[in-house]
């Protein structure tokens, strides 16, 4: 009997507890996306005349990563690259990552080098491809993966990473087959990988769990963007005010192995810094 009585009060004891863990598990916040950055295209009218001065209000918002563009000053604005990372640390910022010229880059091997000396010195580990337009043909496609082999090679020879980030068109079906599947499938993971913009494969109408779910692991950054539809047009908007569905999305990014998150708005409904301040209030406070 003693026996009996003592195994049940353990057995209630452990129910008990395992009934406590799951409700604290339940009541366990979720989490943050801490750290998140930003995309310098978002102040491409502002950044020319003061770069300092943008970075230093973006960096006060709370953004503590940076994506760089190449505009008129080139992707380091005028500084170089030891004096832009210097001036970054202090704002307790690190720019990770610059879209840069794939194609002058791809046509000539001292223009890769020198932009990879540029990041090299600037502490950034990757070098991304903004832009190649729809192809007409999967023969002009198979060129694009070519290119991309070649030049990520030598990206990653250097330490640095190469990828390439979509817009709509490359998530729109030519023959009936995706050219974002076929770049995953004919460019090699050791040397290429993809930063997914979670607005324009939503714009495209393709599933961005069922991506997610076969092509995941190849994608290593992601742009944070908004929008709504407007006349059938997708226009950008604040985080939180367009159709993303952001807490589903971003769980599915970062459970997929996704590291970067860049902010990103090239549409505003007031001013890109007006824009940029209630998307890091968004970030700041969106659990997943």
């Keep these: 009997m003693l026996r009996r009585n003592f195994l049940k009060r353990s057995g209630l004891a452990v129910a008990g507890a395992l009934a406590a863990n799951s ?15 930003v995309q310098l295209f978002s102040v491409r009218s502002l950044l020319p005349d003061d770069p300092k001065g943008v970075m230093t209000k ?52 001292e223009t890769l080098k020198k932009y990879i000396d540029m990041a090299q010195g600037a502490g950034l580990k990757y070098l991304i491809c903004p832009w190649i337009g729809p192809q007409k043909t999967w023969d002009e496609w198979k060129i694009v993966a070519d290119n991309f082999n070649q030049v990520g090679e030598q990206v990653t020879k250097s330490g640095l990473k190469f990828g390439y980030h ?25 040397s290429v990988m993809f930063e997914l913009d979670l607005c324009w494969i939503d714009v495209a109408g393709v599933a961005t769990a069922e991506h997610l779910k076969k092509h995941g692991k190849r994608y290593e950054l992601c742009h944070v963007k908004d929008y709504n539809k407007e006349n059938g047009k997708p226009v950008q908007n604040d985080l939180g005010k367009g159709s993303v569905d952001f807490k589903k999305t971003l769980r599915l990014a970062k459970d997929s192995g996704i590291k970067y998150f860049l902010v990103e708005q090239e549409e505003y409904p007031v001013s890109p810094l007006v824009s940029l301040a209630n998307d890091a209030e968004y970030m700041k406070k969106l659990s997943i």
């Design 166 to 190: 979509n817009h709509d068109y490359s998530f729109r079906p030519l023959d009936g087959k995706l050219p974002q599947d076929y770049l995953l499938q004919n460019t090699d993971p050791k």
């Design 58 to 109: 973006l960096a006060e918002m709370g953004y503590k990563q940076f994506e760089s563009f190449s505009g008129p000053k080139g992707f380091l604005w005028g500084m170089e690259p030891k004096e832009i990372k210097s001036f970054l640390d202090g704002l307790g910022v690190k720019m990770v990552s610059t879209h840069f010229d794939f194609k002058g880059a791809a046509e000539n091997p």
């Design 23 to 37: 409700l604290e598990a339940l009541a366990a916040p979720k989490k943050l996306i801490d750290p998140f950055g």
